[in-house]
């Protein structure tokens, strides 16, 4: 059984006002090619297909038209969606009476009874063997693994715990433990941030999920499961040294962070037991530039921009992120700038005005636009744990902080 492992998405995602519609079309007809390529028979999802809750139409129909072409060109492909922190469950998961039929599942909510008990066969979703050419494949359907397919979950979706990371992790160990047949493999799903990952350097938007509650252990996968697939992090990597537990990676860079990650998708085989695990590489259309890579004096900058290539402007352009060391007041630097950048191949994203280090008190100053990156939980957390002698903030205090903030709109 060969499975392809991809995540964070993100479609619809505006990049300093540059539509990405065509870098997202580059990778999904990418994905369809290695699918038909390798003959995949399941691709996992692992949550932030969109980039926001309330995605344009022209995302959704860009969405919608790869699952309609990629399960009519595959036939036998199944295709397992979980919902991401920037998904709305509830828009996912609405199409499944239609998209069944297509051999797709969504998962986005975690349902309960009438008693309140999480309904854990939901959750478990039966991976089947692949058809005959000849017949339809739910004339021969036989369960060949199981995946634990888990969305993001909020407070309240997991059972009662003392924390969040014990809560997801008595999430999977129950849904692990109610897999009936034991002898086939078993496939997990995630969208969260695990202990021991590595997030782009300066990147918040990639920081903990709910903003400043507890990573989750990768113990929360039992050594048992087959695979582990998670989506959240933007950089392709192993967990804590697992090889079985992994984030794909984003297939496009989100941030300027990001711009050094790699892309791709990940290649999982699973045969008489074994568990084989290849990267397939993927390029992005678009590539982001730094200039220069640490903050300089406008006169550097300018010089840099000068030696810049010209050309004319495509889809395959580069978006730029100019960093500049404001030694001295200079009201015109956005100007000179632009001057300078007429006539280049580069896309301008972003002038990151920066003040020198103050050496007296050790502290530096930050830009407007880097400003804005920061969290207003991430602060209240911090201003938290420096009043009260490094004490964590409890759960509750940080999820009514998170409801309030995102009632203002901060």
């Known amino acids: 059984m060969k499975i392809l492992h991809t995540a ?83 828009r996912l998961e609405a199409p499944n009476p239609l998209l069944e039929d297509m051999n797709i599942t969504v998962r986005g909510v975690v349902r309960r009874d009438a008693e309140g008990n999480i309904d854990l066969q939901h959750l478990i979703v039966p991976i089947y063997t692949v058809g005959v050419e000849h017949l339809p494949p739910e004339n021969i359907k036989k369960v060949a693994a199981y995946c634990l397919a888990v969305p993001y979950l909020r407070q309240g979706d997991y059972p009662p715990s003392e924390s969040y990371s014990q809560g997801v992790r008595a999430l999977y160990q129950l849904l692990f433990n109610s897999v009936k047949d034991t002898n086939l493999p078993i496939i997990a799903m995630g969208h969260l941030q695990a202990t021991g990952s590595e997030i782009s350097e300066d990147d918040r938007s990639e920081r903990t999920v709910i903003g400043g509650l507890e990573c989750v252990s990768p113990d929360a996968f039992d050594e048992a499961i087959a695979y582990t697939a998670l989506g959240h992090l933007h950089r392709s990597q192993r967990v804590s040294h697992r090889d079985k537990v992994r984030y794909s990676g984003a297939p496009i860079p989100m941030s300027f962070a990001e711009k050094n990650n790699t892309s791709g998708v990940v290649l999982i085989t699973l045969e008489n037991g074994d ?57 015109s630097y956005k100007y000179k700038v632009e001057e300078a950048l007429k006539g280049k191949a580069v896309r301008l994203a972003r002038i990151a005005s920066v003040l020198p280090l103050r050496k007296a008190s050790g502290i530096a100053a930050t830009s407007y636009e880097e400003l804005q990156t920061i969290r207003p939980l991430d602060m209240a957390l911090d201003v938290f744990k420096r009043k009260y002698g490094g004490t964590e903030m409890p759960d509750t205090m940080k999820s009514l902080l998170e409801t309030v903030i995102k009632e203002v709109g901060a």
């Open 8 to 90: 964070d998405w993100h479609l619809g995602q505006t990049f300093y006002e540059y539509d990405r519609r065509a870098e997202h079309l580059h990778f999904l007809e990418w994905l369809k090619e290695q699918i038909k390529q390798h003959e995949i028979d399941v691709l996992l999802i692992a949550g932030d297909v969109f980039d926001n809750p309330n995605p344009s139409a022209e995302s959704q129909r860009m969405y919608y038209t790869f699952l309609r072409e990629i399960t009519t060109g595959n036939p036998r492909l199944q295709i397992i969606i979980i919902a991401g922190n920037h998904d709305s469950a509830a």
């Open 275 to 331: 568990t084989s695990i290849e990267r397939l590489e993927f390029q992005p259309l678009t590539a982001l530039l730094s200039i220069p890579r640490q903050a300089q004096p406008l006169e550097d900058v300018l010089q840099a921009i000068s030696e810049l290539p010209d050309g004319e402007l495509t889809p395959q352009t580069p978006y730029l992120e100019i960093k500049i060391l404001m030694t001295q007041p200079e009201p």
